[in-house]
């Protein structure tokens, strides 16, 4: 019974310690025609945003892992952060915002498998 009492606990206050922001992904107007490569289209955007940014995305900074490795930035889109904080909750960067041909462009090469080509 103890056992019993304790999993539940546990889940419960796992499941209390999430939150979930269900969103649609973005669909209307969206279209990839053709492969978005890393170097140079979704490098351009990631250094010009990310990765220069002072404090952010860099060894040491604030921001949530490591964008100025190839591995830091595909641990990202590994676990989906990419995807929902810049293509769905459209939140990162924090300012200036992206434009949508870029959210565009990593979108597409987050779904092509976000590749190192």
């Known amino acids: 019974m103890k056992k019993k009492l304790l999993i539940t606990s546990v889940i419960l206050l796992f499941m209390a310690s999430c939150t979930f922001e269900k969103r649609e992904i973005p669909q209307q107007g969206f279209k990839c025609d053709s492969l978005v490569r890393l170097n140079p ?3 351009s955007i990631i250094v010009k945003n990310c990765s220069t940014t ?3 995305h860099i060894p040491g900074g604030t921001g949530n892992g490591d964008f100025t ?4 930035l595909k641990a990202k889109v590994d676990n989906g952060s990419l ?5 769905i909750l459209k939140n990162m960067p924090v300012s200036p915002p992206l434009s949508d041909a870029d959210i565009n462009r990593i979108h597409c090469w ?3 498998g976000g590749l190192n080509n």
Not at 69 to 72: A, H, I, K
């Open 69 to 72: 490795t190839y591995s830091g």
């Open 54 to 56: 002072p404090g952010c």
């Open 83 to 87: 995807l929902n904080r810049v293509v």
């Open 110 to 112: 987050i779904i092509q």
């Open 41 to 43: 289209v979704i490098d």
